[in-house]
């Protein structure tokens, strides 16, 4: 099993940075991909950002690309998603999700372990 503990949420003014943390812990030498999803009120999780084993790849939604930075640190099994110039719209509880499938993937379902998320706000 593989534990993921988020933290870093908060509420900031459109326009505003955020760091959230992730730390992952137990077999952890299992997983490969990391990501970060989230999810508004009323709407369906969605993609973020993900990062590959290596941290040399990373892919992200449109709707961040160019704002939001996801790294990681695998020394210290920890996933970073900093956010830059953050809009209303990504106001969600996001999440940090691990998955012990090669490929880099944008997909819900092929992450296997979720950390319980934290609340971002984005006042206007």
């Known amino acids: 099993q593989v534990q993921l503990v988020e933290s870093g949420g908060g509420l900031v003014q459109a326009g505003g940075s955020l760091r959230l943390s992730c730390a992952a812990s137990?077999?952890?030498?299992?997983?490969?991909?990391m990501a970060w999803f989230r999810q508004a009120p009323g709407k369906e999780r969605e993609f973020v950002a993900a990062?590959?084993?290596?941290?040399?790849?990373?892919y992200y939604a449109d709707s961040v690309k160019g704002r939001f930075t996801i790294s990681r640190n695998n020394a210290k099994n920890t996933v970073n998603l900093q956010m830059n110039s953050l809009k209303p719209e990504d106001t969600a509880v996001y999440y940090c999700?691990?998955?012990?499938?090669?490929?880099?993937?944008?997909?819900?379902?092929?992450?296997?372990?979720w950390g319980q998320g934290t609340q971002v706000t984005v006042s206007s």
């Open positions: 999700a691990a998955s012990t499938i090669v490929r880099l993937t944008s997909r819900l379902g092929d992450y296997d372990y």
């Open positions: 137990g077999r952890t030498f299992s997983t490969n991909g």
């Open positions: 990062i590959s084993r290596s941290g040399r790849t990373t």
